[in-house]
């Protein structure tokens, strides 16, 4: 009798150890479990990783505007504390008649055509359509601190982008802390970029200051969801002391894994925006336009090897 309650001790053991194990492997490191959020799971040492992201910009003041960007990447764990990427990054913008505002349609209740990767000169066209390569970025990510064995998980982000569109330099402060187990993360990014669109006649340089922050919960062994908010704010010229935009974004995700391969998807819509000169023109209906939509949308594919 106490060989046989051993035996099943034992058992129990295994499949704790077994369901563990499988637990593990199905929130292993590298996963994108968010959409715009970014988080301290790294790949391991010497393990690389595809991952394609496809996002989507839809809908302005009137009219249409949809911006889609796509990044194809490649990610490899130059150690376990420090990844880096690879990004090919490609566009496709089709616009008309989308802007109201008479400050830059230069005429009252009229409509003209507008939005990041929007000539000025196309302002009075029928409308703008263009699709093509945009440039490549570099990305690293040093993990300071490690969420599952630490309360806090502290890491820095740097990502310089050479592009059609633009040329920027993005930084993020990455916090994420893990609860019960590590089913539930929360995560928060500090992000500072400097970029000049390119786009227009004139280059135009600005200053990005935002917070995203994020939960994702796993319900089930291979599938998680959550929320993802954005406070964004932009500065004229390559300082803070010129602010043209505030808007705020909120929306869910959620994310699928397999042993293989894994995939995300998750959208935030802009519940309201405010503008400053001189940037007032990029503004209506309470809204943030110019590289902002009504609605956002992304979809990102993993598959690790």
């Known amino acids: 009798m106490l060989n046989q309650t051993h035996k099943v001790k034992n058992l129990i053991k295994k499949s704790i150890c077994v369901g563990a194990c499988i637990l593990s492997f199905n929130s292993s490191a590298g996963e994108g479990y968010f959409g715009w959020v970014y988080s301290l799971d790294l790949q391991p040492e010497g393990k690389w990783e595809f991952e394609q992201r496809l996002q989507l910009t839809r809908g302005q003041a009137s009219g249409t505007y949809d911006l ?15 990844q880096l990427a690879g990004y090919l990054n490609s566009y496709s913008i089709n616009s008309s008649k989308n802007y109201t505002n008479s400050e830059y349609c230069e005429q009252e209740n009229t409509t003209c055509t507008g939005g990041y990767g929007v000539p000025g000169s196309e302002s009075h066209g029928s409308g703008y359509a263009k699709t093509g390569i945009d440039g490549v970025s570099v990305e690293g990510i ?5 969420p599952v064995t630490s ?6 982000y740097l990502e310089p982008t050479i592009g059609h569109l633009k040329n920027a330099l993005e930084t993020r402060l990455i916090l994420q802390s893990n609860f019960l ?10 992000v500072y970029e400097v970029e000049k669109l390119k786009f227009d006649e004139e280059p135009i340089e600005e200053t990005i200051l935002d917070v995203v922050a994020g939960l994702t919960y796993r319900f089930m062994p291979n599938l998680n969801a959550g929320l993802e908010y954005r406070f964004h704010n932009d500065f004229d010229g390559y300082s803070l002391s010129n602010q043209t935009q505030r808007a705020h974004f909120i929306g869910p995700n959620v994310h699928y894994a397999t042993k293989d391969w894994w995939i995300t998807a998750a959208m ?16 209506s ?17 993993g598959m690790p090897f």
């Open 68 to 82: 889609w960007q796509g990044r194809t990447e490649m990610e490899y764990g130059v150690s376990n504390d420090f």
């Open 142 to 146: 040093w993990r300071i601190t490690n």
């Open 151 to 156: 309360p806090i998980g502290v890491g820095l």
């Open 181 to 190: 187990d590590d089913r539930l993360q929360l995560v928060g990014n500090l």
């Open 268 to 283: 935030r819509t802009q519940v309201g925006g405010q503008c400053w000169a001189p940037g007032t023109a990029e503004c």
């Open 285 to 301: 209906d309470g809204k943030v336009w110019d590289s902002h939509g009504r609605n956002e949308y992304i979809v990102k594919f």
